[in-house]
Each structure stands twice: as C-alpha cells, then as structure tokens.
C-alpha cells in the first residue's frame, strides 16, 4: 500500500509548488536583472538568468542617484534607530497602566489608541508638513531628521502600546504583587522586572517597527525638502518615477534595498510570524 | 489610599504616549479648520463646492480608493486563505513555501513598485509581457505599453487571472459566514460577485488597466498577513473537532467546508475590517509604479492619499485638507465598526 502513488498528495504539492513560482517569480526576475549589463537586459529575455555576475549596476548604484544608495543607508539608520526605540518605549509606558492599573477612563483610553493605530495618517500629510515648518525644521539637516523620526513615533505609538498591552497582560499579576510587597515601586517595577521579562515581546515589536520604518517612504518625501536626507525607501521610488534611470541600476538598488529585510528574515522568520499573529489578537 | 496613588501613577504613566495621540487628534482638528481656508483666508464652504462639484480628479480618485477597498477585502485575503488551506496539511518544507509567500509583505512600497515595474514593461523586456509571448497569449495582452500607463479598460489577461480568484475568494467567505447556504444561491452569489460585477465594472470603463495591474501588485504583499492569520486561527481549532469528523467519514473538502471555514469567520471580520481600512492608505505603491499623476498623467490609478499629495506639493493647503479630510471620513466607517467590536469584546473579558 505504500509504495502505490498518492495522487491526492502528489496534487497538492504541485499546487503549492507552482503557486510558490509565481510568487517568487517577481523577485527571482528582478535578481536577474540587476546582475546583467545594459546591453544584456536588451537582448534577453527577461526569464533568463544572467550569463554571468556583473557587479556594475550594484556598484554604480552605490554612488549614482540622489542621494546615493550608500548615503540612503546611512540616513534611514539615523532614522530609523531613534524612531523605533522612541516608539517602543512610549508604546510601553502606555501599555504598562493599561494592562496592569485599574484607572478611569482606562477603556477610553484603550480605544483612543486603537484608533490611533488604525488611522489613515497618510491623509494628514498637510497639519505634519504645516506644522514641522511651524517649528522651524525645514532650516537644518538636523531638523530634517527630526520631523521625520517624530513623524514615525508620534504614529507608531499606538502600535506598540496595542501589542505590548497585550503581551503585559499575561505576566502573571502575583509577581507585580510579591514585588509590591517588597516596596517596589510601579516605575521601578515596570523598569526592572515587566521590561526584562517583556525582551522577547520587545524585539519582535522591534523587527515590525524596524520594517515598518525602513520601509516608509511618505514622511521623508513630505517632511524632508532636502533630497540628500532621503532614506531608502524615498530614494527608491525617486528613482523609479525619474525618467532615464537605466533598469539594470534601478533593478540592482531595488535589490540592495531588500537585502538588510531578507537577512532579518531569513534569520528570524519565526519571529516575524510570531508579530504578525500578535497583530490580529 | 493605594487606589489613589494607582491613578495617579497611571496618569504619569499615559502622558507622554497621551502627547502623541493628542497630536494625532490635534491633526483632524487642524485639518477640519483648514478645509475651510484657501491660502490661510477663511473662505467657507468653498474648498467643498469645487470638490464636490467642479474637480475632475476628486470622485475618480475617491472611486478608486473605494474599488480598491471592494478589492482589499475579498482578494488578499482569499489569497491567503488558499495558502492557509494548501500549507496546513503538514506539508514538509513547510517553513520555506511560507517564507516564500510571506517574504514580500515585509517589503517597501517603493520596493514593490520598482519589482513590478519591471514585471510590467512594455514588449518582451517586460517579465509578464515575455511569459505570455512565450505561451502565444500575446493578443490578451498590451504587449507595447506600460501597463501601468493604461488607462482603457483592463485587458482581457488581467480578468483572465481575477476572476477566478474573486469567485474562489467570494465561494470561502460566504461559506464562512453562511455554511447552510444552498447550492443555488452560492453559485449565484460567487458568479454574480466574481463574474458579472467585473464584467459591468469592465464595459462601464469604470477600471482601468492600470489601476488592477497596481491592484495585483500590492495583493501579491498583502496576501501573506491573511495567511499567517488564518494558519493560526485553523490551529486553535480544537483537534477533537477535526477527528470527529474524520471518524464520521467526512471527507477533506466536507471538513474544510463545515468545520474549518466556519471556525475562520472571526478571523474573516477581523481582516476584512483591517483591509478595508488599509485600502485608505493606499500610497506607495501607487506613488512608485504610477508616479505622482497616478498613471502617466491620465490619473487612471490616482487615490485620495496621492491626490492630497499633489495638492500639497503645488501650495493649496486648504484645498489639499478638504481632499484629507473627505478621506479621514470615509476611513472613520470601517474603523468605528472596529472600534465598537474591540469595546464589546473588552465588555465580555
């Protein structure tokens, strides 16, 4: 009986098998590309894999466009490292009162939140640039960055408070109790026992935030009148929408762009899916 | 004693995080205020009237944000529930198929852009252009433009792949929600829902070539977020359930159908609340493959978030708000849904 073949699981790894292909087809081409020359990306077919490495697209990329792919870096870590432990730890100071104190209005609070986590921010991008310029924050390369991290943690706040409320609410409430008894005080508890125990929920809320924000692009192109503060995301598209990039460079920096994403997830996927489940709660 | 100094605590807790919600609630306020301005002068209603009445891009753009949200909340996510249903079954290499299907949802905006940019390309530099030139399929397809670019209706391929996954999509959420269903009403729904609609939506004009090949790009993102959560939601189904029904002889399709897909339903209202809030936030995507017309200048893909943009960009503030605020509005219905559910469930714990 075991060796008879099993159509029925012969059928559902085919399915699964060529609906993987074309889900990673778009990537694997665009791979192609970016190592072919120029020249290359005329005459083949798209489908074909590069005849040979050429590195030239991923080192002009480097230092073409404006700004660079390099400096991009550079600016989207300035960006993003404040920007996701600003928002994480104010998320925390939310989450910790509304999973562990009993307060009025604690439930308005909550849904205060929600919607703030919901809200459609990309709507009000004219009160963010009115009031950045209000501020002054247009004049310096430092004020650049600025409006744009707090951009990203005035919205990200609610987010973090949302999944850390969640994860506080299973920390057994006898050990706040034992520590309290022992003259612990709340910020002192919160400090040294919740937080500690919370690592693991703090960087998997640290992997989303850190995606999340290296991936927008909208703050940097309403926020940021300066091109050479750009991050990677507005740099990208900047490219893309100019006309006369060459493909094999705008393919290559696409690629250069996904690289740091997939090595935390080739990495860390568990941990991702593990955020992503947390979201739906 | 020790209530009162819980409050307290809890207020020190709550003010800085309270700063920022504030500021988002400050942002709503500020752009009701500036709705009814035109270069920092008060001047009424005006901003509406022309909106409403005399703007050639507003109902298109808002047209598409609402097909858009029909989109969101049928294809993503039976997309991720046929990748659920497929990868539930212990299949081995599991963790690698769904590394592959949920690796694009980690993307860029920008990043998807720039992939299906390329995916797009007029004539045989185009990936998908290529494919069906190589499977003689060219005459359902725009072989010499962008497809991006086009603003006539979608060409016959784009259907070709929508339909079937509108009506596969339509037949699981209506099976989640109505399992007692009859034969009849639920080929009538899913044919009606997954055939006809488009085909008006097709000889209406009313979308566009451009707009559903954007569609199909961020579904090919968005799909995976529906697929983790549904894998999760068919393992908290109770194994007891599914080995009843195996002793009752139930075969694999009658499980999925009476056990497994009604077990899903929170998990649908959930997403499809989610999705449909997300539709209004469309901009990345549409900014990177469309540029900031929203489909070379014929504006056959533009959004209300790309619209105030453009608005923003040219010095209108007042008019850029009244675009915003129009938007905010719309978006308030499926989060307000949300929010009265989050309160009634916080009510039950």
Same mark, same amino acid.
């Given at each position: 009986?075991?060796?008879?073949?099993?159509?029925?699981?012969?059928?559902?790894?085919?399915?699964?098998?060529?609906?993987?292909?074309?889900?990673?087809?778009?990537?694997?081409?665009?791979?192609?590309?970016?190592?072919?020359?120029?020249?290359?990306?005329?005459?083949?077919?798209?489908?074909?894999?590069?005849?040979?490495?050429?590195?030239?697209?991923?080192?002009?990329?480097?230092?073409?466009?404006?700004?660079?792919?390099?400096?991009?870096?550079?600016?989207?870590?300035?960006?993003?490292?404040?920007?996701?432990?600003?928002?994480?730890?104010?998320?925390?100071?939310?989450?910790?009162?509304?999973?562990?104190?009993?307060?009025?209005?604690?439930?308005?609070?909550?849904?205060?939140?929600?919607?703030?986590?919901?809200?459609?921010?990309?709507?009000?991008?004219?009160?963010?640039?009115?009031?950045?310029?209000?501020?002054?924050?247009?004049?310096?390369?430092?004020?650049?960055?600025?409006?744009?991290?707090?951009?990203?943690?005035?919205?990200?706040?609610?987010?973090?408070?949302?999944?850390?409320?969640?994860?506080?609410?299973?920390?057994?409430?006898?050990?706040?109790?034992?520590?309290?008894?022992?003259?612990?005080?709340?910020?002192?508890?919160?400090?040294?026992?919740?937080?500690?125990?919370?690592?693991?929920?703090?960087?998997?809320?640290?992997?989303?935030?850190?995606?999340?924000?290296?991936?927008?692009?909208?703050?940097?192109?309403?926020?940021?009148?300066?091109?050479?503060?750009?991050?990677?995301?507005?740099?990208?598209?900047?490219?893309?929408?100019?006309?006369?990039?060459?493909?094999?460079?705008?393919?290559?920096?696409?690629?250069?762009?996904?690289?740091?994403?997939?090595?935390?997830?080739?990495?860390?996927?568990?941990?991702?899916?593990?955020?992503?489940?947390?979201?739906?709660? | 004693?020790?209530?009162?100094?819980?409050?307290?605590?809890?207020?020190?807790?709550?003010?800085?995080?309270?700063?920022?919600?504030?500021?988002?609630?400050?942002?709503?306020?500020?752009?009701?205020?500036?709705?009814?301005?035109?270069?920092?002068?008060?001047?009424?209603?005006?901003?509406?009237? &022309?909106? #409403?009445?005399?703007?050639? !891009? %507003?109902?298109?753009? =808002?047209?598409?944000?609402?097909?858009?949200? *029909? +989109?969101?909340?049928?294809?993503?996510?039976?997309?991720?529930?046929?990748?659920?249903?497929?990868?539930?079954?212990?299949?081995?290499?599991? &963790?690698? #198929?769904?590394?592959?299907? !949920? %690796?694009?949802?980690? =993307?860029?905006?920008?990043?998807?852009?720039? *992939? +299906?940019?390329?995916?797009?390309?007029?004539?045989?530099?185009?990936?998908?252009?290529?494919?069906?030139?190589?499977?003689?399929?060219?005459?359902?397809?725009?072989?010499?433009?962008?497809?991006?670019?086009?603003?006539?209706?979608?060409?016959?391929?784009?259907?070709?792949?929508?339909?079937?996954?509108?009506?596969?999509?339509?037949?699981?959420?209506?099976?989640?929600?109505?399992?007692?269903?009859?034969?009849?009403?639920?080929?009538?729904?899913?044919?009606?829902?997954?055939?006809?609609?488009?085909?008006?939506?097709?000889?209406?004009?009313?979308?566009?070539?451009?707009?559903?090949?954007?569609?199909?790009?961020?579904?090919?993102?968005?799909?995976?977020?529906?697929?983790?959560?549904?894998?999760?939601?068919?393992?908290?189904?109770?194994?007891?359930?599914?080995?009843?029904?195996?002793?009752?002889?139930?075969?694999?399709?009658?499980?999925?159908?009476?056990?497994?897909?009604?077990?899903?339903?929170?998990?649908?209202?959930?997403?499809?609340?989610?999705?449909?809030?997300?539709?209004?936030?469309?901009?990345?995507?549409?900014?990177?493959?469309?540029?900031?017309?929203?489909?070379?200048?014929?504006?056959?893909?533009?959004?209300?978030?790309?619209?105030?943009?453009?608005?923003?960009?040219?010095?209108?503030?007042?008019?850029?708000?009244?675009?915003?605020?129009?938007?905010?509005?719309?978006?308030?219905?499926?989060?307000?849904?949300?929010?009265?559910?989050?309160?009634?469930?916080?009510?039950?714990?």
């Amino acid at each position: 009986m075991r060796i008879s073949f099993n159509w029925r699981r012969f059928s559902l790894y085919a399915a699964i098998i060529i609906l993987c292909l074309i889900w990673i087809l778009p990537l694997l081409t665009v791979a192609f590309a970016s190592f072919k020359t120029e020249a290359e990306i005329k005459t083949t077919s798209p489908l074909s894999p590069p005849s040979s490495l050429f590195t030239g697209n991923y080192l002009e990329s480097l230092t073409e466009g404006s700004p660079p792919i390099g400096t991009a870096f550079k600016n989207t870590l300035i960006i993003t490292v404040p920007a996701v432990a600003g928002s994480i730890f104010l998320g925390a100071l939310a989450a910790y009162p509304l999973s562990r104190l009993r307060f009025r209005g604690s439930v308005y609070i909550y849904m205060l939140l929600i919607f703030g986590m919901m809200f459609p921010y990309q709507l009000v991008m004219v009160p963010l640039y009115q009031t950045a310029s209000a501020l002054g924050l247009y004049q310096s390369i430092v004020g650049n960055y600025t409006a744009v991290i707090l951009a990203h943690i005035v919205f990200g706040v609610p987010f973090c408070a949302f999944i850390l409320r969640n994860f506080f609410r299973g920390i057994p409430r006898s050990l706040q109790d034992a520590a309290m008894i022992d003259g612990c005080s709340h910020f002192s508890f919160f400090w040294k026992v919740l937080l500690p125990l919370a690592l693991p929920a703090l960087a998997v809320l640290a992997l989303l935030q850190f995606t999340g924000i290296y991936n927008d692009m909208l703050w940097a192109l309403v926020l940021m009148p300066r091109v050479e503060t750009y991050p990677i995301a507005t740099t990208l598209a900047s490219l893309s929408t100019t006309s006369g990039t060459s493909y094999g460079i705008l393919t290559a920096a696409g690629f250069l762009a996904v690289i740091p994403t997939l090595l935390l997830f080739v990495f860390l996927q568990k941990y991702f899916l593990k955020g992503l489940a947390a979201v739906g709660q | 004693m020790v209530s009162l100094t819980e409050k307290k605590t809890a207020y020190l807790f709550l003010v800085l995080p309270l700063v920022c919600v504030g500021f988002i609630l400050f942002t709503i306020g500020y752009l009701v205020v500036s709705s009814f301005t035109s270069g920092g002068t008060f001047v009424g209603f005006q901003n509406f009237t &022309r909106l #409403f009445t005399d703007d050639p !891009y %507003f109902w298109p753009a =808002l047209w598409h944000n609402i097909f858009w949200m *029909i +989109w969101a909340v049928v294809v993503p996510i039976g997309i991720g529930l046929v990748f659920a249903i497929l990868l539930s079954r212990n299949i081995r290499g599991e &963790r690698i #198929f769904k590394g592959v299907v !949920y %690796f694009p949802a980690l =993307l860029a905006g920008a990043t998807i852009g720039v *992939i +299906w940019n390329w995916f797009y390309l007029p004539e045989d530099y185009g990936v998908l252009n290529s494919i069906l030139g190589k499977l003689g399929l060219s005459s359902l397809a725009n072989p010499n433009k962008l497809w991006i670019n086009v603003p006539s209706s979608p060409v016959p391929f784009l259907w070709l792949v929508t339909i079937p996954i509108l009506m596969i999509s339509i037949g699981l959420m209506v099976l989640s929600f109505r399992p007692k269903i009859s034969k009849f009403s639920f080929v009538g729904i899913c044919v009606g829902l997954g055939a006809v609609f488009p085909l008006v939506l097709h000889f209406t004009g009313m979308v566009s070539t451009s707009l559903i090949s954007i569609l199909l790009a961020s579904s090919w993102a968005g799909s995976a977020i529906s697929m983790v959560m549904f894998l999760a939601g068919m393992q908290s189904i109770p194994r007891s359930q599914l080995e009843a029904a195996k002793m009752d002889g139930a075969s694999e399709a009658q499980t999925l159908r009476h056990v497994i897909l009604p077990a899903l339903k929170p998990i649908f209202i959930i997403l499809i609340i989610l999705s449909a809030i997300s539709s209004m936030k469309a901009f990345d995507i549409v900014y990177t493959l469309a540029g900031a017309e929203g489909g070379a200048g014929h504006h056959a893909a533009d959004v209300l978030a790309l619209y105030t943009y453009r608005e923003l960009k040219v010095g209108d503030y007042g008019y850029a708000s009244t675009i915003g605020l129009v938007g905010i509005l719309v978006t308030m219905i499926p989060v307000i849904i949300y929010l009265m559910w989050i309160r009634r469930r916080e009510a039950e714990e």
